[in-house]
């Protein structure tokens, strides 16, 4: 079944530890995107590719960093957790539909403490 | 550039009452509209999406959506709620190949749908 997953669900580590948010994507879609949302509040845009060894940053800043070696697979990686990072990170994906309609993982929740 | 503004961050019906979620967008060239809507500890569930077919569009769960373009909105309604439909519900708007924001969404601040027996 085509489908869009992230791992972990649910992530809590202390300060200064390196993570990697996974994500990958069966769809085979070329277009990928990250997501930050805090509790209640809208997504900001904080990465996206186009397709392989293509990588953009959002409109939001971030410190985190992604690469695209693969289609289907886009990971996100936090070199030195801070407790400002705790949020939930969502992962998208488009394909050549023209709509750009974004389908999305279901949410990484980190936090650190 | 385009925006997105979502008219109230809470709303609160009573089961069976009509539910009416209010968007309006901005857009330099022909937009694309969609309505997600996010479950708890969930990701975006595509719920619509007009893509200038046809201004009145139909989605999943009796959802549907009016595109004005004289009022730069894309309403979602419901005819009756459901207690099942208590999540939060994002509008958002992409460009065609023509904006300057090709192939981004850029999502409204969300609307919070609580239910009441």
């Known amino acids: 079944e085509a489908d869009i997953y992230q791992t972990p669900r649910y992530l809590v580590i202390g300060t200064g530890k390196k993570i990697t948010l996974e994500c990958s994507q069966t769809?085979?879609?070329?277009?990928m995107y990250w997501y930050q949302q805090d509790p209640g509040m809208e997504l900001h845009l904080i990465h996206y590719?186009?397709?392989?060894?293509?990588?953009e940053k959002g409109d939001l800043s971030s410190e985190s960093t992604v690469s695209r070696i693969r289609t289907e697979h886009f990971p996100l990686t936090l070199e030195s957790a801070r407790p400002s990072h705790t949020s939930q990170y969502l992962c998208a994906s488009s394909g050549t539909s023209g709509y750009n309609e974004q389908f999305f993982g279901p949410g990484t929740r980190l936090t650190v403490l | 550039a385009q925006s997105v503004t979502q008219l109230g961050s809470h709303v609160s019906v009573s089961e069976g009452a009509l539910v009416l979620l209010r968007c309006n967008y901005s857009?330099?060239?022909?937009?694309?509209l969609f309505w997600y809507v996010q479950y708890p500890n969930q990701g975006l569930q595509l719920l619509l999406k007009?893509?200038?077919?046809?201004?009145l569009v139909k989605g999943i769960n009796g959802f549907e959506a009016e595109f004005k373009k004289s009022e730069t909105s894309f309403h979602l309604t419901k005819p009756s709620a459901h207690m099942s439909d208590a999540a939060e519900y994002f509008c958002a708007v992409s460009e065609n190949a023509g904006g300057t924001s090709y192939g981004k969404l850029t999502f409204g601040q969300g609307t919070i749908l609580t239910v009441h027996p």
């Open positions: 007009y893509t200038s077919a046809a201004t």
């Open positions: 590719s186009y397709g392989v060894n293509s990588t």
């Open positions: 857009s330099s060239v022909p937009p694309y």
């Open positions: 769809m085979g879609h070329d277009k």
